[in-house]
């Protein structure tokens, strides 16, 4: 039998990835989806016109999204695949761009410092050589704090849904979702199930966004923001607490407190989710886990991710009587603690 043919193919593709990458991030930049969906198919000059590009690349542009699955062309005329055109259209709430005008405005450039970030384990955004804290920093602006907010939820709407459809919310009446962002995972819990009310906790540059989502869900008689510093203060109380991305954005010694926060605040019996991309315990998996966890190294100071194993150990020093892990969605698993 001959031995399996050896080629670069896969070195190259994943080498100069970036170049696919960094057109499906301008082409959301430049609103390329929802002029499409907005518009129906055009030609390419047409479009070329209404995004406001040269004419030298755009048809190589247009023809590379193509070629990339990203855009579909008929006679001449573009148009959006099913996918970009339920995703990637800004005035439609199943819009999940929010992560990718983030991963071009900000993370794309400051993972150009990446082998920086690895010889000198310093992060690598706004906030490097010091100053302050990533989201101080990001929340002193507006925009950005609702660019970050939008991307989150864009990150998290799939685990919310999997949260509210595998979690038994039968036996639970009320939910806090600590650091919660816009609240998408509390109010994705409460559309499902009537019974269940709580709300979000977050800094308080937070409020008026969580509650724009809240309002327009019509919860606003079920869920209610809670504003503070999770380091600071004691954590709201609930018969379940959800800590999504939360985890991983700090260094182990305050991931242990921040569980321990947790347990203090819960009921005997009540029950923490922690939701991320969940590394397998293996560790040779979960490729989107462990590109996050590099991601916390270029965002956060001390911030990684973390297998179950790991996650289910830190819960147990914390007095967690139980614990169990399940996959949610795409790279992202829960761990349930119960106390
Ligand atoms: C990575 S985001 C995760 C958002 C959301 N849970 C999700 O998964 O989409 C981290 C959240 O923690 C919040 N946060 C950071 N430091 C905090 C603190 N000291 N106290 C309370 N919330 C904090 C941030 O404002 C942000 O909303």
Redesign the pocket.
């Known amino acids: 039998m001959s031995e399996p043919e050896v080629t670069p193919d896969a070195i190259m593709q994943l080498g100069l990835g970036f170049w696919g990458s960094k057109a499906l991030l301008s082409a959301v930049e430049l609103g390329l989806f929802s002029e499409l969906a907005a518009a129906g198919p055009l030609e390419g000059d047409a479009l070329r016109e209404r995004l406001g590009l040269h004419e030298r690349s755009a048809t190589d542009f247009l023809d590379a999204l193509v070629a990339l699955g990203m855009l579909e062309r008929e006679d001449g005329r573009y148009s959006n695949t099913p996918a970009t055109e339920v995703f990637l259209d800004r005035a439609k709430p199943s819009y999940v761009g929010g992560i990718l005008e983030m991963a071009n405005a900000r993370l794309y450039p400051f993972w150009g410092s990446l082998t920086e970030g690895l010889r000198t384990g310093e992060l690598q955004n706004e906030a490097k050589g010091g100053g302050e ?1 990533f ?1 101080e920093k990001l ?1 002193v602006d507006p925009q950005r704090l609702a660019q ?2 939008h991307a ?2 864009a ?2 709407m799939g ?1 919310a849904q999997a949260i509210a459809a595998k979690f038994p919310w039968q036996d639970r009446k009320t939910v806090i ?6 609240g ?2 509390p109010v994705q819990v409460a559309l499902a199930h009537d019974h269940i009310s709580g709300g979000g ?3 308080p ?2 409020e008026p966004i969580f509650n724009q989502l809240v309002s327009g869900a019509g919860l606003a008689d079920r869920l209610e923001f809670t504003g ?5 203060q004691d954590l709201p109380q609930a018969d379940v607490l ?5 985890l ?2 700090w260094g182990l010694d305050e991931k242990r407190v921040l569980l321990q926060k947790a347990y203090d605040a819960l009921p005997e019996g009540g029950a923490l989710i922690v ?1 991320d991309a969940i590394i397998d315990d293996e560790r040779r998996g979960n490729a989107f886990g462990l590109l996050m966890s590099l991601n916390m190294l270029i965002e956060t100071p001390g911030g990684f991710d973390y297998t179950a194993a790991d996650c289910r150990g830190w819960m147990q020093e914390a007095g967690f009587r139980e614990s169990r892990v399940e996959h949610l969605v795409g790279p992202d698993s829960m761990v349930v603690g119960i106390k």
Request: with cysteine.
């Open positions: 804290n989201f929340y970050f907010a989150m939820t990150v998290s685990a979702d600590v650091g919660c962002a816009e998408m995972v906790f977050d800094l540059p937070l503070g510093d999770f380091f600071e959800v800590m999504g991305h939360i991983h954005d939701y």
